[in-house]
């Protein structure tokens, strides 16, 4: 079974398709939604698409690690990890279509 990825370019053939713009339109719509989600994270805003799911920004303090192979200890700085959390909404449908 092959899996399809969905791309920038699927979603603004989507739009295009659905609402009627132009094809250029449609690119540009996507990229301005994108970059404004980006621009969002990187202020350390949370993004939640309603119905869909929300980007949450997460710090991990610094700790000290192991090398599975060697066994030698380091340390692991400080970071930001982002994820996703699928809404209840997106988890049901999912769970519908398997």
């Given amino acids: 079974m092959v899996k399809k990825t969905v791309a920038r370019v699927d979603l603004a053939e989507a739009i295009q398709a659905e609402i009627g713009l132009s ?35 997460s710090e991990k303090s610094s700790r000290m690690g192991r090398n599975p192979k060697t066994g030698i200890e380091a340390p692991i700085s400080a970071r930001k990890t982002l994820s996703f959390r699928a809404c209840q909404e997106l988890k049901n449908d999912m769970a519908k279509a398997r």
Avoid at 35 to 47: C, F, K, Y
Avoid at 48 to 54: A, D, E, Q, R, T
């Fill in 23 to 57: 094809k250029a339109e449609s690119a540009h719509f996507v990229e301005a939604i994108i970059d404004h989600m980006v621009t969002a994270l990187e202020t350390g805003e949370n993004v939640k698409i309603s119905g869909f799911g929300s980007f949450v920004l």
